[in-house]
């Protein structure tokens, strides 16, 4: 079962904009003052995606995470890709989280995508 922006296909305005409802990753939320274009969470297992519009630059979205995984000691696992920017970083528990992100062609802003893949707790680490 998976759900998109927490209801649905539901949308909500705020501040003069409108932005997909759902969850920001637990604990870790979202780069500061970006928007959330999609949230899909897979029902029941520990894997997510998340899709974010910010008017950082996408050196900067990725270093948000750098510092926010850094600080609670997760290792980075990946280097940029050519024409973007994008890390993985991997915790103690063997969980992996990818973000990337990369100039909008259609605007000035970066979308920043935030997978999480996990391991199912059914599972033995």
């Keep these: 079962d998976v759900r998109q922006g ?3 296909s539901d949308r909500a305005e705020a501040g003069g904009g409108v932005f ?3 969850e920001n990753p637990a604990g870790i939320g979202r ?3 970006s928007k959330r274009l999609m949230s899909a969470v897979v029902e029941g297992s520990p ?3 998340r899709v974010y ?3 950082e ?3 900067q979205a990725v270093a948000y995470y ?8 997760w290792m980075r696992v990946a280097r940029p890709a050519p024409n973007m920017e994008a890390r993985a970083f991997l915790d103690p528990g063997g969980s992996m989280v990818v973000v990337s992100a990369a100039k909008d062609p259609d605007s000035e802003d970066t979308l ?3 997978g999480e893949l996990g391991i199912p707790t059914d599972r033995p680490r």
């Design 20 to 22: 997909s409802l759902g």
């Design 112 to 114: 920043v995508s935030f």
């Design 31 to 33: 780069v500061p003052g």
């Design 47 to 49: 894997f997510s995606l």
């Design 66 to 73: 750098e510092k926010t995984f850094d600080a609670r000691g």
């Design 53 to 55: 519009r910010s008017h």
């Design 57 to 59: 630059s996408a050196e």
């Design 6 to 8: 927490g209801r649905g």
